[in-house]
């Protein structure tokens, strides 16, 4: 070296690797090979060598676990735990829920924990990050199996678990999901048991044989396919029905409602959507009844609450412990059902602080009991009920902020949007002037205008009975018809519903008496009012059996059935027996579904209405043998993107379509997915193209029909943007935007991502999810009526099934209420149009023992220039009628204005 005050090699080792990676100069030069070749090795180990190995170091810091492992809720705060499914579809719609302002006080000091044993995708992490949920969304990772992780979640204080399902598996994947999630409900119950603590459980099913393992385990089930099935099956005869649930279910800020209201209103022309936007602020509420209510029918109730707040009472639970017991705890619109006072109301208003004041109304007679004076008749409560709604700041950021950018000029209406829509109307009803009942005049104050009760007539009330099958008649069979008049006589005489009435005379056969000729696919020639099913998957589409069992005990299908092939094979005897009123509501209790010969060529369905289905594959024998025992179900192989595969159906005679959802991996549009919301990607269109295409085509070939209906299911929401007009006003909320496409208000469209919606309502109302199921299946409990039928004909006893109706703890059979639970769409009386929703309201409610929900309107009626269908839930008391309203109703049958 050549500076001599180096000491020693640690002064040359430093000086050296200081200059050869910095660059600096050094008073130190390597003077021979030896020092030059350390220089060189070191200068090596820090260019070359060392740079990689920091990033190695780097990223081994970057893949720290930031998740906690652990979670202990602070001094009264309130936690959830959330397991099973945590992709952003599912949490988007889960939290924007759970912490809408409208459930006031109860989101207050409440934390959801998602639980899982893996990380959250990138976009559920930035998801937790955004303000509306930092500090009250907390992930942590752990096993849903273990008790040692339950226990660091403090499992057993939660106030809900929920298990929530994968519903974007490819077909195949459902049964190991669904393993999954028992073995998890499992653990966590006997997590519960072990430290003698309940908590409520609330789990979703891919399968509806699942449903009877959880159901053991759970307080409440929901089984996706049955669920959202009988949601089709039910929009496929009731125009609207499923938008209409989806929206009670599903909470909208009152600060977006008048942000929208507030927009609409600029325009005139879409004036008529501030009372559509009032009726997204509709949900469905749980509520505890005062002493004032006991001992009064529950048909008094309805009218007190809809007179005093403006929310209408539609479905009971009843505590068993208080000495009533029924074969079910739900009851929906028991009209004649005395009140103990201990029961739990749901009811559909505007403000959960309604329910506070039906469990504070002091126990006065004049207030509740007696017919308020004419001082009272004035402005109803529900002025004062929606003021004082809890605005909680939880909800701002992404929740709350609506910006409306613009009202879209009314274009002219499509074929799926107006001729198809404008099919919602067919078959009207006919009053007779002279037996119709005069409605209660507007003058007479609302809350005193109870109508006296019903008159008892001779006319025996429209109902489809199952007819008897004699010892001369064989059974129907399920084959195909075939060409002889002796098969198609017997088959007719077998499954047509006959009039409820015991006249000797024989029923009107809905189906042709004639030798019909068949396609070569076994559907006879003269085919018509039947239901096409479309399918793009490349296999036959599973659970069809409950889609169908659905349709064949609809009495709503079965009524529109009838009076569609009465009008067309004898157009006086159809004028002559829907122009016959009748106010005498059934007295007898809607049946159970054949209980173990559901799907038997034996039974005898409400609905006969023909089935088609129309797939790329065949079902398999087992299926087919299952599906055909409903009768009048045919099977094409094609697909709906091939038009000559969709005349094979005979589509031009057909009452109705419904375009069944394509199954898909939702994981890819989960990982790309960047935003906090939804964005019309390519991904998420593929999603649903094959299902936009078969519309296309059906469209096509239907634009002759105005009568035609059509139900188009998606995977995602977003894609109902191609399906039919444009939507009348742009929001920035992926939730909120859907609302305004007309295919949506219409009743047209449906996307089954309210399940994740309907899950979480359940923490605020706990029996929302067997409310729901009772309104939607109104004839029984279709899984087992199914699943008992399918081991019954494997060969076991059905002796060795448990009952379906379950006697009371002492012996005795449970008492029977009569239900008013069936959900039509009728036209409004003749003799209500100009009159207020109020008078037609407590008319159907005292006159013909019927419950009004809400109305499916035409804005034509107040803007010229339009053609929108739509849904309103609940309209305000001063709603003018028009002719061509219809109304929702929950009733025993079709009524007869």
């Not at 003698?196 to 053991?216: G, S």
């Not at 039910?234 to 909208?252: H, R």
């Not at 605020?764 to 009772?774: F, Q, T, V």
Request: glycine share 4%.
């Amino acid at each position: 070296m050549k500076n001599q005050e180096v000491k020693d090699f640690e002064d040359v080792l430093f000086f050296t690797a200081v200059s050869s990676v910095t660059g600096l100069t050094s008073d130190i030069t390597p003077d021979n090979w030896y020092t030059r070749g350390v220089v060189v090795f070191i200068m090596f180990l820090g260019v070359l060598w060392f740079p990689p190995r920091m990033a190695e170091v780097l990223e081994m810091l970057g893949e720290r676990n930031p998740w906690a492992t652990n979670f202990t809720p602070e001094y009264n705060q309130k936690h959830v735990l959330v397991i099973g499914d945590l992709s952003y579809s599912s949490m988007f719609e889960f939290l924007r829920e759970f912490f809408c302002e409208d459930h006031g006080p109860k989101i207050i000091n409440t934390v959801v924990v998602l639980m899982s044993e893996t990380p959250p995708e990138k976009n559920v992490a930035k998801l937790l990050k955004d303000p509306a949920y930092v500090e009250n969304v907390k992930f942590v990772l752990g096993s849903p199996t273990s008790m040692k992780d339950l226990s660091d979640v403090k499992a057993h204080r939660a106030r809900s678990i929920f298990v929530l399902s994968n519903k974007g598996l490819q077909a195949g994947g459902e049964a190991a999901d669904d393993n999954q999630k028992v073995m998890i409900t499992l653990a966590i119950r006997r997590y519960l048991l072990s430290l003698n603590r309940k908590v409520p459980i609330y789990a979703q099913a891919l399968l509806p044989e699942t449903t009877f393992h959880l159901e053991y385990l759970t307080k409440d089930v929901i089984c996706i396919p049955e669920l959202r099935l009988g949601l089709l099956a039910k929009g496929n005869a009731i125009p609207g029905f499923s938008s209409m649930l989806q929206t009670m279910i599903t909470s909208i800020p009152e600060s977006a409602q008048s942000q929208l209201i507030a927009a609409v209103r600029t325009s005139p022309n879409y004036k008529w959507l501030v009372q559509y936007i009032r009726s997204l602020g509709m949900e469905v509420y749980a509520t505890k009844f005062s002493p004032a209510f006991k001992g009064i029918k529950f048909q008094k109730a309805v009218q007190l609450v809809y007179a005093r707040y403006s929310a209408i009472l539609m479905a009971l639970v009843i505590d068993p412990s208080v000495g009533v017991y029924v074969a079910s705890n739900f009851l929906i619109n028991p009209l004649d059902y005395v009140m103990t006072g201990s029961e739990e109301g749901f009811l559909i208003g505007m403000d959960s602080q309604i329910a506070e004041y039906i469990a504070s109304v002091p126990f006065l007679n004049q207030n509740i009991r007696d017919p308020p004076t004419d001082s009272e008749s004035g402005p109803l409560l529900a002025t004062r009920s929606t003021q004082g709604i809890l605005n909680s700041g939880s909800g701002i950021n992404i929740m709350d902020s609506i910006e409306i950018s613009h009202v879209v000029k009314s274009p002219t209406p499509s074929h799926i949007s107006a001729a198809s829509i404008k099919s919602l109307s067919s078959n009207p009803i006919t009053v007779d002037p002279s037996s119709a009942t005069l409605p209660p005049s507007s003058s007479t104050p609302l809350a005193t205008a109870e109508p006296s009760l019903p008159v008892q007539e001779t006319t025996a009330p429209l109902i489809l009975e199952k007819p008897t099958l004699t010892p001369s008649s064989p059974p129907p069979s399920s084959a195909p018809l075939q060409p002889n008049a002796t098969t198609t006589s017997t088959t007719t005489s077998t499954s047509a519903p006959a009039p409820a009435s015991a006249s000797a005379s024989a029923p009107t056969p809905l189906l042709s008496t004639s030798t019909p000729k068949l396609s070569p696919e076994g559907i006879p020639c003269d085919i018509k009012n039947h239901v096409v099913i479309f399918a793009n998957g490349s296999d036959f589409p599973s659970n069809m059996e409950y889609l169908v069992g659905c349709i064949r005990s609809s009495k709503t299908g079965a009524y529109q059935y009838k009076c569609k092939s009465e009008s067309e094979s004898s157009p006086e005897t159809a004028r002559t027996s829907s122009s016959k009123p009748t106010t005498t509501p059934s007295t007898e209790r809607t049946p159970d579904m054949g209980v173990y010969s559901f799907i038997s060529p034996n039974s005898t369905y409400i609905n006969i209405q023909p089935v088609v289905f129309l797939c790329p594959a065949p079902p398999s024998d087992s299926v087919r043998n299952i599906l055909e025992g409903y009768s009048n179900v045919y099977f094409v192989v094609g697909s709906p993107l091939v038009k000559s595969d969709i005349v094979r159906t005979f589509i031009a005679t057909a009452a109705s379509g419904i375009v069944l959802i394509t199954p898909h991996s939702r994981s890819d549009v989960d990982v790309n997915t960047t935003r906090l919301h939804y964005k019309t990607s390519l991904t998420i269109t593929q999603a649903d193209t094959p299902a936009l295409m078969s519309v296309l085509n059906i469209e096509s070939l239907t634009c002759s029909n105005p009568d035609f209906r059509l139900n188009v299911e998606f995977n995602y929401r977003e894609n109902m943007l191609f399906i039919g007009s444009n939507e009348l006003i742009r929001v920035n909320e992926a939730y909120i935007q859907p609302f305004f496409r007309p295919c949506f208000m219409a009743g047209i469209a449906y996307a089954p991502i309210m399940l994740d919606t309907l899950i979480c309502q359940s923490f605020y109302n706990e029996n929302l999810i067997s409310i729901l199921k009772r309104l939607v299946f109104s004839h029984g409990d279709i899984s087992r009526q199914v699943e008992y039928s399918k081991l019954v004909k494997a060969g076991l006893p059905s002796a060795h099934l448990p009952p379906l109706n379950p006697t009371s703890p002492t012996g005795e059979n449970p008492e029977q209420f009569i239900e008013y639970a069936n959900v039509f769409l009728v036209h409004i009386p003749s003799s209500f149009v100009g009159l207020t929703f109020s008078s037609l309201f407590l008319h159907a409610l005292f006159r013909h023992h019927t419950l009004i929900l809400g109305l499916y309107r035409n804005s034509v009626e107040t803007n010229p220039s339009s053609n929108f269908r739509y849904f309103v839930i609940n309209p305000d008391h001063s709603t003018v009628l028009y002719a061509t309203d219809r109304v929702y109703i929950l009733s025993a049958d079709h009524p007869q204005w």
